[in-house]
């Protein structure tokens, strides 16, 4: 049976530390250059404008680029925060200050998955544009044309079962025939909810102690790599229930 396979990104693919000690803090650290030199740009100004006109009208850019900071240390996905971060992590890609970190297992597996004729899909809280940058610009080399689709939080919240059913629509796939992976248990409960398969994926890097047992896992299948996986329904009933 051919699966689609969405998968969540922190925690998932890539690990918690890469956007929280990495990425944000190169946003944070650029906001006041990047809205120096291009704040002029229309797509720019959009952004800081609806920034301004939401906190009473800022006057100064000085302020604006204060108040998207205090975002980014409160950990906010705001609009007009998460489209600016794209564009500083776009020339922190193309300048090669960094690339996008992904578990040594992953591209091996997405890729033997597309091979085998399933499809491939992302679900994360971080916008499609900062998805494709992630993928496109990772440790592993460009894997975006391994995936068909790209789904952020306009398709809705991650712990909403409507989401993944909105989600399985827009794939043109029965729910069920879904195979959702995250590192978050209430992301794979409303997955489950909606009539998704379900696996939760435990990573020691981020998680050391491992969460094993009903009340940890609320018993979802239970990996530590994307090696653990086999999209075909029969394999994933055989996995160990952690």
Known sequence: MQTTILT???????????????LFPYARRELPRFVRERGDEPEV???????????????????IVE?????????????????????????????????????????????AWRDAGHQLA???????????????????GDLL?????FFDTEAGHKRDADSYRLIADRLHRAVGDVLFLSDVVAELDAAREAGMRTVLLDRREDYPQPRIGEDATHGHLRVESFDGIQPQAASIASLWRG
């Not at 969540?8 to 990495?22: A, H, R, W």
């Not at 100004?45 to 302020?63: F, K, P, S, Y």
């Not at 690339?99 to 597996?109: E, G, I, T």
């Open 145 to 149: 044309p391994l995936f068909d689709a």
């Open 122 to 140: 992302v679900y994360s809280s971080g916008s499609v544009a900062a998805q494709k940058l992630l993928f496109g610009n990772s440790d592993a």
């Open 45 to 63: 100004r959009r952004w800081l404008d609806m920034v301004a006109a939401e906190h009473g009208g800022i006057c100064q850019d000085a302020v």
């Open 8 to 22: 969540d990104i922190e925690g998932t693919t890539s690990s918690i530390s890469f956007v929280k000690d990495v």
């Open 67 to 111: 108040t998207l900071q205090g975002m980014i240390d409160q950990d906010r996905k705001h609009t007009a925060l998460k489209a600016l971060q794209g564009m500083i992590w776009l020339e922190g890609y193309r300048s090669r200050d960094f690339s996008a970190h992904v578990y040594p297992d992953v591209a091996p597996r997405l890729r």
